[in-house]
């Protein structure tokens, strides 16, 4: 008798459609996840209805191990929907698409308790498990039950938790512009009432969860009052408990005031204004626009004082006028130099368009694909110590990564791999909640499918997506890189000289450009991408191992090297009393733990460095990629 459906899990990153065909090598297979402790992760299956299907509901028993249990609590199943694109990102080739518009794309993970599936359809469910930090490393097995009036099945869940924790402030910095008025709108509530807040508090709080730290302040919430001397009052009530909630919920490491000015002719233009600012007559209640230049030096002032009187200074940066191009960049500095005048404290942060900022904008947050195209200007500011960020929007396209919708979902989470291989200390998106009429259809016709927002209004809250889980995997990602980069410096410490002068933490690079070799040529394979993930909790734990030893290698293993033939020198440092062999080789030791050699590679293309004392042994490898035409 033919199963009323079937259960099947997906690839990593991979998207299931309703027209997906189980792969027969994956039905009734497990569902397997391997993550640090203090993460999120998570993976689709499918339910592929042999007949039409019924009130299907999804549950999930609690995970054990020999010793510790994940519960359920910790751990999410859910629906995921679908939204409707019309049209594909331009400029993009197939070959870097997911699926030809126009076309349905799984991303909304909804809110709802059951549905019903037709026949000869796909439902693709995500199931998200949450690793508390005190959870045992090791093996975790549970199941992943679905019930439907024509009968009942599951999956196994098998989660691997690796001994390592992730720590709960990122370090990379993450910022994705919202609006609140979408949201009271979508929620029906209105704007800062009592149950605005209530919700608003969901939004952030998903925000954090994924990653976000850093979050837009709209200075019109400051509210301006104007007495009958004409003097300008500020009201900040509204402002601090916006803050105040970001801070306590979002675990905020900064916020950003938003734009003082605007381009005076659109997007493009050569002169740069400053916005207009409603203003009540606090004699009549009369609301009147008065000019920036009017409003901004008692307000940026006083602003400034506040921010100091909160404890917030420190975290704040504001914005002078969006992407600022070479045309306005004059107007743009102008307008840059009255704001720190009347501010001096305050940090300078903008989206731009054009390269030459020094001395008028401390972060810099330039599109990935400029940055790419003008790397050697932006390089030099990085230098000079101005903090650099990059933004993606509706750019760039094409071999570049990106969050739309009809993108591979490798080429969200391979941002922040990016973050990590150019040194970019943050990310910004403007696009977490803009979306036009109806957030879960027809997008693509103005903008590319998906710019407009990551995330979706559900029943009680914000619904996460496909895409934000992916994008939270890649800051994820980036934490594991740091971890390793910390893990060596720990070492470091404890050989003493002369390892602290040698720099081997960057061997976290060596390991990250393996993924992304530049900002266009990145593996488009998740496996390679888990792989090298694989190979970091691996090099964290050896290092962990006695006998502790760091070493380096010139050329480094990411570097693709031509037959010639080939002379690697190896640099190390190791315990006192150690005996090192490389490729079978005996070096010798100085009585300070340094060694160094020059080896060619063994027939697997590989250096082995083994190091060893007393009972102990530890083992190195370094594997290179060879071209011999």
Same mark, same amino acid.
């Given at each position: 008798?033919?199963?009323?459906?079937?259960? $099947?899990?997906?690839?990593?990153?991979?998207?299931?459609?309703?027209?997906?065909?189980?792969?027969?090598?994956?039905?009734?297979?497990?569902?397997?996840?391997?993550?640090?402790?203090?993460? +999120?992760?998570?993976?689709?299956?499918?339910?592929?209805?042999?007949?039409?299907?019924?009130?299907?509901?999804?549950?999930?028993?609690?995970?054990?191990?020999?010793?510790?249990?994940?519960?359920?609590?910790?751990?999410?199943?859910?629906?995921?929907?679908?939204?409707?694109?019309?049209?594909?990102?331009?400029?993009?080739?197939?070959?870097?698409?997911?699926?030809?518009?126009?076309?349905?794309?799984?991303?909304?993970?909804?809110?709802?308790?059951?549905?019903?599936?037709?026949?000869?359809?796909?439902?693709?469910?995500?199931?998200?498990?949450?690793?508390?930090?005190?959870?045992?490393?090791?093996?975790? =097995?549970?199941?992943?039950?679905?019930?439907?009036?024509?009968?009942?099945? !599951?999956?196994?869940?098998?989660?691997?938790?690796?001994?390592?924790?992730?720590?709960?402030?990122?370090?990379? &910095?993450?910022?994705? $512009?919202?609006?609140?008025? =979408?949201?009271?709108?979508?929620?029906?509530?209105? &704007?800062?009432?009592?149950?605005?807040?209530?919700? +608003?508090?969901?939004?952030?709080?998903?925000?954090?969860?994924?990653?976000?730290?850093?979050?837009?302040?709209?200075?019109?919430?400051? =509210?301006?009052?104007?007495?009958?001397?004409?003097?300008?009052?500020?009201? +900040?009530?509204?402002?601090?408990?916006?803050?105040?909630?970001?801070?306590?919920?979002?675990?905020?490491?900064?916020?950003?005031?938003?734009?003082?000015?605007?381009?005076?002719?659109?997007?493009?233009?050569?002169?740069?204004?400053?916005?207009?600012?409603?203003?009540?007559?606090?004699?009549?209640?009369?609301?009147?626009?008065?000019?920036?230049?009017?409003?901004?030096?008692?307000?940026?002032?006083?602003?400034?004082?506040? &921010?100091?009187?909160?404890?917030?200074?420190?975290?704040?940066?504001?914005?002078?006028?969006?992407?600022?191009?070479?045309? !306005?960049?004059?107007?743009?500095?102008?307008? !840059?130099?009255?704001?720190?005048? $009347? %501010?001096?404290?305050?940090?300078?942060?903008?989206?731009?368009? %054009?390269?030459?900022?020094?001395?008028?904008?401390?972060?810099?947050?330039?599109?990935?694909?400029?940055?790419?195209?003008?790397?050697?200007?932006?390089?030099?500011?990085?230098?000079?110590?101005?903090?650099?960020?990059? *933004?993606?929007?509706?750019?760039?396209?094409?071999? *570049?990564?990106?969050?739309? @919708?009809?993108?591979?979902?490798?080429?969200?989470?391979?941002?922040?791999?990016?973050?990590?291989? *150019?040194?970019?200390?943050?990310?910004?998106?403007?696009?977490?909640?803009?979306?036009?009429?109806?957030?879960?259809?027809? @997008?693509?016709?103005?903008?590319?499918?998906?710019?407009?927002?990551?995330?979706?209004?559900?029943?009680?809250?914000?619904? !996460?997506?496909?895409?934000?889980?992916?994008?939270? #995997?890649?800051?994820?990602?980036?934490? *594991?890189?740091?971890?390793?980069?910390?893990?060596?410096?720990?070492?470091?410490?404890? &050989?003493?000289?002369?390892?602290?002068?040698?720099?081997?933490?960057?061997?976290?690079?060596?390991?990250?450009?393996?993924?992304?070799?530049?900002?266009?040529?990145?593996?488009?394979?998740?496996?390679?991408?888990?792989?090298?993930?694989?190979?970091?909790?691996?090099?964290?734990?050896?290092?962990?191992?006695?006998?502790?030893?760091?070493?380096?290698? #010139?050329?480094?293993?990411?570097?693709?090297?031509?037959?010639?033939?080939?002379?690697?020198?190896?640099?190390?440092?190791?315990?006192?009393?150690?005996?090192?062999?490389?490729?079978?080789?005996?070096?010798?030791?100085?009585?300070?733990?340094?060694?160094?050699? $020059?080896?060619?590679?063994?027939?697997?293309?590989?250096?082995?460095?083994?190091?060893?004392?007393?009972?102990?042994?530890?083992?190195?490898?370094?594997?290179?990629?060879? =071209?011999?035409?």
């Amino acid at each position: 008798m033919t199963s009323p459906f079937l259960l $099947w899990p997906a690839k990593p990153l991979e998207r299931i459609y309703r027209d997906s065909i189980p792969p027969k090598d994956r039905i009734g297979k497990p569902v397997v996840i391997s993550c640090a402790k203090n993460e +999120f992760e998570g993976c689709l299956f499918g339910i592929t209805a042999n007949i039409d299907l019924h009130n299907v509901t999804l549950s999930v028993t609690d995970l054990e191990s020999n010793n510790g249990t994940i519960r359920k609590e910790n751990i999410k199943v859910n629906f995921v929907g679908f939204v409707h694109i019309v049209k594909n990102t331009p400029d993009t080739p197939a070959s870097e698409l997911d699926r030809l518009a126009p076309c349905d794309i799984p991303d909304p993970i909804l809110d709802v308790d059951s549905m019903d599936i037709p026949a000869g359809e796909t439902q693709p469910c995500w199931i998200l498990v949450y690793v508390p930090k005190d959870t045992p490393s090791g093996k975790y =097995r549970g199941k992943i039950i679905v019930n439907t009036s024509e009968g009942s099945d !599951s999956l196994d869940l098998v989660v691997r938790v690796y001994p390592i924790v992730l720590p709960d402030r990122k370090h990379l &910095l993450v910022t994705n $512009w919202f609006d609140v008025e =979408r949201i009271a709108k979508a929620h029906k509530v209105k &704007l800062w009432s009592e149950e605005f807040w209530k919700i +608003f508090k969901k939004w952030i709080k998903l925000m954090a969860e994924h990653g976000q730290n850093v979050f837009l302040v709209p200075i019109h919430i400051i =509210r301006i009052y104007s007495d009958k001397s004409g003097t300008f009052l500020f009201d +900040f009530s509204i402002f601090d408990k916006y803050v105040e909630l970001l801070f306590n919920v979002g675990k905020a490491k900064r916020i950003e005031i938003s734009h003082v000015a605007q381009h005076e002719k659109g997007w493009g233009s050569r002169t740069v204004v400053f916005k207009k600012f409603r203003v009540v007559k606090k004699c009549s209640g009369e609301t009147i626009e008065v000019p920036g230049e009017k409003i901004l030096p008692h307000l940026l002032s006083t602003l400034e004082k506040h &921010l100091e009187e909160k404890g917030w200074l420190d975290k704040a940066m504001i914005h002078i006028c969006d992407e600022p191009t070479e045309d !306005s960049i004059d107007s743009w500095k102008s307008i !840059s130099g009255l704001v720190h005048e $009347w %501010a001096p404290r305050l940090v300078r942060v903008d989206a731009i368009e %054009a390269t030459g900022f020094e001395g008028y904008l401390e972060v810099w947050v330039p599109t990935l694909h400029h940055f790419n195209d003008w790397y050697r200007e932006y390089k030099k500011a990085m230098e000079k110590g101005y903090e650099m960020w990059f *933004y993606t929007c509706c750019n760039p396209r094409g071999l *570049y990564p990106n969050r739309f @919708l009809d993108y591979p979902l490798i080429k969200i989470r391979i941002l922040h791999w990016i973050n990590y291989a *150019y040194n970019l200390k943050g990310y910004l998106h403007w696009g977490l909640n803009w979306w036009r009429d109806n957030p879960f259809d027809g @997008l693509g016709r103005d903008l590319p499918p998906g710019d407009t927002h990551i995330v979706y209004p559900g029943r009680e809250g914000p619904l !996460s997506s496909l895409r934000f889980e992916a994008m939270r #995997d890649g800051i994820e990602d980036y934490e *594991y890189l740091k971890l390793l980069e910390e893990e060596i410096k720990k070492v470091k410490e404890k &050989l003493g000289d002369p390892a602290r002068k040698i720099p081997f933490e960057q061997r976290a690079q060596e390991l990250c450009r393996k993924v992304v070799q530049s900002i266009t040529d990145y593996t488009r394979d998740p496996e390679k991408l888990l792989e090298v993930r694989e190979l970091i909790v691996k090099e964290i734990i050896t290092l962990r191992e006695r006998p502790l030893a760091l070493i380096m290698t #010139d050329p480094p293993e990411d570097k693709v090297l031509t037959y010639g033939p080939i002379m690697i020198i190896v640099r190390g440092v190791c315990e006192k009393g150690c005996q090192v062999t490389v490729n079978n080789k005996q070096v010798i030791v100085k009585q300070n733990g340094y060694f160094s050699t $020059w080896t060619g590679l063994d027939k697997h293309n590989r250096v082995v460095v083994v190091i060893s004392k007393n009972s102990k042994k530890k083992v190195l490898v370094r594997q290179f990629t060879v =071209r011999y035409k």
